[in-house]
């Protein structure tokens, strides 16, 4: 087994900081009332819910009453969509979306298709991004909810969100945007990008798991996805994960304070990893060569199983994936992929490779070295390799 381990799946989960888990300790073991206790240890548990609340909405441009605790941003997604669906069906029963969204979104859609909403689903190019003048063309009288996410899981192509929002703020569209990968990745302002709704993660830049937020911008009500004690100003009911919301709030305003310093560290890291590993012969880059996350570098293989890599990379000691942590033990090819226009197989040879601010660069360095003759190995036992090299495949 070998000694080094390196981790390049930041884009599935993160380690928990330092300073989250500082953040949280009290609220595990001195601070642990019921925040809606009205006794001493409540109203300091009460304190730490709502002084989060202000750092989250801080770091987003919104104001603490527009912030809502959630247990995933998966729930928050379900909320968004389902709420939205449900409170503004009178006035029509049409959503716009993007053909690459993440599962917590188009499986809701799928739901509510069932329910007798038309859902549009818009393509993308071959680098993940879609097209402005698409959106406007599939906009109609009876379209309520438009919802792309900013930046997605697998490619790390970011979307034009801000002029997402200034086109369904001019029809008055809702506009909600899954930010669970680029939330304390990239800078977001919900206000100067029109956000009307917008799904968060605390693992996802170094808080804890299990919890999330949704921000909902005042004066655009939804109905509660979950009933019971009223909690969350009786919009989200269940007693909050004080001490999770207490860590992601302490690791989203480390990210933000740190975000020039990062970006400028992650994305050289990245762009050298990117380099080096399109050296491999018959390789590609997938989603936006510029315009992407820091830490995201996903290519395609030709002639090698994205799986076969993932589990060899592991046995190297690195901990990749393919594809969407959240599908992985799925054999079908990404959608996410296969919409940029790859063909099944090409996509089936997938890996992503997600770093962040605790990356090295021994650790990029591994990865280089690694790689490669992994490739090598699984292509000689591939019975396309040769085809390919002799261009029948």
């Not at 293989?301 to 599908?327: P, Q, R």
Request: glycine share 8%.
């Amino acid at each position: 087994m070998t000694a080094r381990r390196v981790y390049a799946d930041n884009a599935g989960t993160t380690a928990l900081s330092k300073t989250a888990l500082d953040a949280m300790m009290p609220y595990l073991t001195e601070h642990y009332g019921n925040p809606s206790a009205i006794y001493s240890i409540g109203r300091e548990a009460k304190k730490g819910l709502e002084a989060s609340r202000t750092k989250i909405a801080a770091a987003i441009g919104a104001k603490p009453e527009e912030i809502y605790f959630t247990g995933s941003g998966t729930e928050a997604d379900n909320w968004a969509l389902r709420g939205t669906a449900e409170i503004k069906s009178k006035k029509g029963k049409h959503i716009i979306t993007s053909s690459i969204e993440h599962h917590a979104i188009s499986h809701t859609l799928e739901y509510l298709e069932k329910q007798g909403f038309v859902i549009t689903y818009l393509p993308v190019n071959n680098i993940g991004r879609i097209s402005l003048d698409d959106l406007k063309n599939a906009i109609r009288e009876d379209t309520i909810l438009i919802t792309i996410m900013t930046a997605n899981n697998e490619i790390g192509t970011i979307q034009p969100i801000a002029e997402i929002g200034e086109i369904a703020r001019a029809k008055a569209i809702v506009f909600h945007t899954d930010a669970v990968q680029a939330v304390g990745h990239i800078p977001i302002n919900v206000v100067d990008m029109n956000i009307d709704m917008m799904s968060i993660a605390g693992h996802k830049f170094r808080g804890p798991k299990g919890v999330g937020a949704l921000y909902i911008k005042k004066g655009n009500y939804i109905p509660p996805l979950l009933y019971g004690g009223g909690q969350e100003n009786k919009r989200r009911s269940s007693t909050e994960n004080v001490a999770g919301i207490v860590g992601m709030a302490a690791a989203l305003e480390e990210a933000t304070a740190h975000m020039s310093s990062n970006v400028k560290k992650i994305t050289a890291l990245r762009d050298k990893l990117i380099s080096e590993l399109l050296k491999i012969p018959y390789s590609q880059l997938t989603g936006d060569p510029i315009g992407r996350l820091p830490g995201t570098a996903s290519f395609v293989f030709d002639c090698v199983e994205g799986e076969a890599m993932v589990l060899t990379l592991d046995n190297a000691g690195i901990s990749a994936s393919s594809g969407s942590a959240c599908s992985s033990a799925s054999l079908d090819p990404s959608h996410v992929l296969l919409a940029t226009g790859l063909k099944h197989e090409v996509a089936h040879g997938s890996v992503r490779l997600s770093i962040n601010e605790t990356t090295s660069d021994e650790d990029i360095d591994y990865i280089i070295e690694k790689l490669p003759p992994i490739i090598e190995k699984l292509r000689a036992m591939s019975p396309l390799w040769e085809d390919r090299l002799n261009g029948k495949y």
